[in-house]
């Protein structure tokens, strides 16, 4: 195999290519960022507060919309504003999905890592490196991820202090969902009636006696709930909530957890199968 270096081209200072160059080639393939095989929603988004986000974007398998901001050279505070205003409106206009701030840049600096990461833990941001190469007359693209998001949390192992407590789920989700939640808790209680909930920033989980016990965990929407089983992805159980009609979001594997939007019309038409998904999850546990 032969070896061919690769010169790196500043897209800032070329005379043919620009933002929107960039911009197109990032829409034509998704994954140039690093991020997985998202969909790109809409590119240059008009805001109600005036600008236009440059892309919008979504993962397929999960409830995350990526705000995208694009700069060419070195990252600067202005983008890193506009960054985070642009997630900020998403995120209010739609709160039933899980946000994360994206900022793109061909230079991120240390100077701007360091302000980056006094919001990582408090706003899911994270910042992406781009650059343009030439290689044997033809240009390419690379990019790292410099600065990745704080988890945006499914798990007890959270950010210590980020418990909270039922009126800070009220002011989140709604009563439906809170009352749905609710009925999930106590058909775990029935498999141990020790168990209570456990409010979380990020989710509702289990405790026995103070104690976190996540087999199943809870993140209330709007008008239905992602219930989170622990439990190891299983070809047997894919088939049962796919014969239900259940939709499945993701499996996560860092948390060996399912994600599965449920309704209360859906809790009623399959309780039995969320029984013993619960049990199963359960099961494994040390009790």
């Given at each position: 195999?032969?070896y061919?270096?690769?010169?790196?081209?500043s897209?800032?200072?070329?005379?043919?290519?620009?933002?929107?160059?960039?911009?197109?080639?990032?829409i034509e393939d998704?994954?140039i960022?690093?991020l997985?095989n998202?969909?790109v929603?809409?590119?240059?988004?008009?805001q109600?507060?005036g600008g236009?986000?440059?892309?919008l974007?979504?993962?397929?398998?999960?409830?995350?919309?990526?705000?995208?901001?694009?700069?060419?050279g070195?990252?600067?505070?202005?983008?890193?504003i506009?960054?985070?205003?642009?997630w900020?409106?998403?995120?209010?206009?739609?709160?039933?999905?899980d946000?994360?701030?994206?900022?793109v840049?061909e230079?991120?600096t240390?100077?701007?890592?360091?302000v980056?990461?006094?919001?990582n833990?408090?706003?899911?941001?994270?910042a992406?490196?781009?650059?343009?190469?030439e290689v044997?007359g033809?240009?390419?693209?690379t990019?790292?991820r410099?600065l990745?998001?704080?988890n945006l949390?499914?798990d007890e192992?959270?950010?210590?202090?980020?418990?909270?407590?039922r009126?800070y789920?009220?002011?989140k989700?709604?009563?439906?969902?809170?009352k749905l939640?609710?009925?999930?808790i106590?058909?775990a209680?029935?498999?141990?009636?020790?168990?209570?909930?456990?409010?979380?920033?990020?989710?509702?989980?289990?405790?026995?006696?103070?104690?976190a016990?996540?087999?199943?965990?809870?993140?209330?929407?709007?008008n239905?709930?992602?219930?989170?089983?622990?439990?190891?992805?299983?070809?047997?159980?894919?088939?049962?909530?796919?014969?239900?009609?259940?939709?499945v979001?993701?499996y996560?594997?860092?948390?060996?957890?399912?994600?599965?939007?449920?309704?209360?019309k859906?809790?009623?038409d399959?309780?039995?199968?969320?029984?013993?998904?619960?049990?199963?999850?359960?099961?494994?546990e040390?009790?």
């Amino acid at each position: 195999m032969e070896y061919i270096p690769a010169r790196i081209i500043s897209l800032k200072n070329h005379p043919n290519l620009n933002e929107r160059w960039l911009q197109d080639r990032i829409i034509e393939d998704p994954s140039i960022l690093g991020l997985g095989n998202l969909d790109v929603r809409e590119s240059e988004r008009i805001q109600p507060t005036g600008g236009r986000l440059d892309l919008l974007m979504s993962d397929p398998d999960s409830l995350i919309r990526y705000e995208v901001e694009i700069q060419l050279g070195v990252s600067d505070e202005k983008h890193i504003i506009r960054t985070l205003e642009y997630w900020d409106v998403e995120r209010r206009r739609y709160p039933q999905y899980d946000h994360v701030a994206v900022l793109v840049a061909e230079d991120v600096t240390s100077r701007f890592l360091n302000v980056i990461s006094l919001f990582n833990g408090f706003i899911p941001i994270m910042a992406i490196q781009i650059q343009a190469l030439e290689v044997a007359g033809n240009l390419t693209l690379t990019s790292s991820r410099v600065l990745d998001v704080v988890n945006l949390g499914t798990d007890e192992e959270d950010a210590a202090g980020a418990s909270t407590d039922r009126a800070y789920w009220e002011s989140k989700a709604t009563p439906a969902s809170l009352k749905l939640a609710d009925r999930f808790i106590e058909l775990a209680r029935e498999k141990d009636s020790a168990l209570a909930p456990k409010y979380n920033k990020y989710y509702i989980g289990l405790a026995r006696n103070g104690i976190a016990d996540n087999f199943i965990s809870l993140k209330p929407k709007k008008n239905w709930i992602i219930f989170q089983p622990k439990i190891p992805s299983d070809q047997e159980l894919n088939k049962k909530l796919d014969e239900a009609g259940l939709q499945v979001l993701a499996y996560e594997r860092r948390f060996n957890h399912y994600k599965i939007r449920i309704s209360d019309k859906e809790l009623n038409d399959h309780i039995e199968l969320i029984r013993e998904i619960i049990t199963l999850a359960y099961e494994p546990e040390s009790h």
